[in-house]
């Protein structure tokens, strides 16, 4: 089945730890995304790519790194200049044809607690 | 200040009662796209519905209808004789053209529907 997948579901990092996680979509999309989700806050935006090798800051990208090899591949690392790290991380892809905009694609997320 | 206004954060309502979960949006743009998703209780967001600013016709899909409304900015969300299963995170989202033409959207902060048995 066509989809996304994010790993791991949970994951616990001590303080001072960089810490990557994994977004993988089969869907054949050009659009890939990350948010982050605090309660009460709605899903914010982090960074967004909408090509291979190439992507964007959202708004609030601080403390936070991306990469853009693969088209189905969009990992997020969390670093430790990310002061609150502490979130529900979404990932999401969307295709670029045939509207310039089309539904968003979202994975299961990923809890990441600092401890 | 906001583009995309959820002013209700929780609504409890008893099954088959019918509900509206609101949104108001803020644009200067005449070319915007709007959305819906639901989040389960699992956390993946479930794409519901898709709206273009120059498409004003209401919709309606089973027991969901949507009212667009330009005049007022608004994009409501009607869930006629809820269920238990409707209980989720709504959320109402805003699409514009960034420089560049690249059209992210912005979501807002979400309104906790839960439907009691």
């Known amino acids: 089945d066509g989809g996304i997948t994010q790993s791991p579901k949970y994951l616990f990092r001590k303080e001072g730890q960089n810490v990557t996680l994994s977004c993988e979509q089969n869907?054949?999309?050009?659009?890939m995304y990350w948010y982050r989700q605090d309660p009460g806050q709605g899903l914010r935006l982090i960074y967004y790519?909408?090509?291979?090798?190439?992507?964007q800051k959202g708004d609030i990208a601080e403390g936070y790194s991306v990469s853009r090899e693969k088209k189905e591949s969009f990992p997020l690392t969390v670093t430790s200049a990310q002061k609150n790290p502490t979130a529900f991380y979404l990932c999401?892809?969307?295709?670029?044809?045939?509207?310039?905009?089309?539904?968003?694609?979202f994975g299961p997320g990923t809890r990441l607690t600092v401890l | 200040a906001q583009k995309v206004t959820q002013a209700q954060t929780e609504i409890s309502v008893v099954e088959k009662e019918d509900v509206t979960l609101d949104c108001v949006y803020e644009?200067?743009?005449?070319?915007?796209?709007l959305f819906w998703y639901k989040q389960p209780p699992s956390g993946e967001l479930v794409f519901l519905i898709r709206?273009?600013?120059?498409?004003?016709q209401n919709e309606i899909s089973g027991r969901y209808s949507w009212n667009f409304q330009k005049s007022t900015s608004s994009f409501n969300f009607t869930i006629t004789a809820s269920q238990v299963v409707d209980s989720a995170v709504y959320f109402c989202?805003?699409?514009?053209?960034?420089?560049?033409?690249?059209?992210?959207?912005?979501f807002g902060r979400g309104t906790s529907l839960i439907v009691h048995p």
């Open positions: 709206r273009n600013s120059f498409d004003e």
């Open positions: 989202a805003l699409s514009e053209a960034l420089s560049g033409g690249s059209y992210i959207p912005t």
């Open positions: 790519s909408q090509i291979v090798n190439d992507f």
């Open positions: 644009t200067r743009d005449t070319t915007y796209y």
């Open positions: 869907l054949n999309h050009d659009a």
């Open positions: 999401a892809s969307s295709a670029a044809e045939p509207l310039p905009y089309n539904e968003q694609f």
